[in-house]
């Protein structure tokens, strides 16, 4: 790690060690409640009462259902049998501009399985507020120029490996490339240094597989034709990884 790395990761840490992670968990006869956050994202407040605000939303709708949930339960007699959400926020890296999140929904509402979904949050700390990954960029469509080919490619070869010899599936959506659009893309710093040297692709269950597959998740490294295309003032929060 650079000398200048060194510092940025040191900064970071120090503010991270004035705050906590929250959990917040709510539980009853028809719902089990989770929702957290990291305390690199406690420490901004504006995205703290964010998380505290959608907590108390989620948690309010989330009952509202579940009591309706437990009577139909009680009519099947379904036994001890209780709605559930979950929503785990996680720190995929960050730089002294940049604040990367990612996190995992899960929700039972007496279906044959959970429902589970995967998401991302890019927070500006100059302008104080959540931007996208495209908005990195000089030009949106650069980010797919760059990285289409290289993203399907890894995505058909995990495929490979969990499908085995005969990999290609009846159902043609769970063989092609899902668009970008539809996917959560996170910048990664896989070295804590304060830099991002990769950008995470996650696909949720149904878009790049059946259920049973669960999510796919596809990372990729940061180029240097990766950064030339960056606006210049995101620049400094990337670094690419030896090819």
């Given at each position: 790690m650079s000398r200048t790395g060194t510092i940025i990761a040191a900064l970071l840490c120090t503010a991270a060690a004035d705050t906590r992670a929250v959990k917040i968990e709510r539980n009853s006869a028809v719902l089990e409640f989770t929702y957290e956050w990291p305390a690199e994202a406690s420490a901004i407040p504006a995205l703290d009462r964010k998380f505290q605000a959608e907590a108390a939303t989620l948690y309010r709708?989330?009952?509202?259902?579940?009591?309706?949930?437990?009577?139909?339960?009680?009519?099947?007699?379904?036994?001890?049998?209780a709605d559930f959400y979950s929503k785990q926020w996680t720190t995929a890296g960050e730089?002294?501009?940049?604040?990367?999140l990612k996190y995992q929904r899960s929700a039972y509402t007496g279906g044959a399985h959970p429902n589970t979904d995967y998401g991302v949050l890019l927070w500006d700390r100059a302008r104080r507020r959540q931007i996208?990954?495209?908005?990195?960029?000089?030009?949106?469509q650069t980010l797919s120029a760059l990285m289409r080919t290289p993203y399907c490619q890894a995505l058909d070869s995990e495929r490979r490996k969990r499908r085995g010899k005969d990999w290609k599936l009846g159902l043609a959506e769970f063989n092609a490339c899902p668009k970008f659009t539809d996917l959560a893309l996170a910048p990664v710093d896989?070295?804590?240094n304060g830099r991002f040297d990769a950008v995470a692709f996650i696909?949720?269950?149904?878009?790049?597989?059946p259920y049973s597959e669960g999510k796919y998740e596809t990372v990729l490294p940061v180029t240097r034709q990766l950064?030339?295309?960056?606006?210049?003032q995101y620049r400094n929060s990337f670094e690419a990884q030896r090819q």
């Open positions: 709708r989330s009952l509202i259902l579940a009591r309706e949930d437990h009577k139909i339960y009680q009519q099947q007699q379904r036994g001890s049998i730089s002294r501009k940049l604040l990367s996208t990954v495209w908005n990195l960029f000089l030009r949106p896989g070295n804590s696909a949720s269950p149904y878009l790049a597989g950064i030339a295309a960056l606006r210049p």
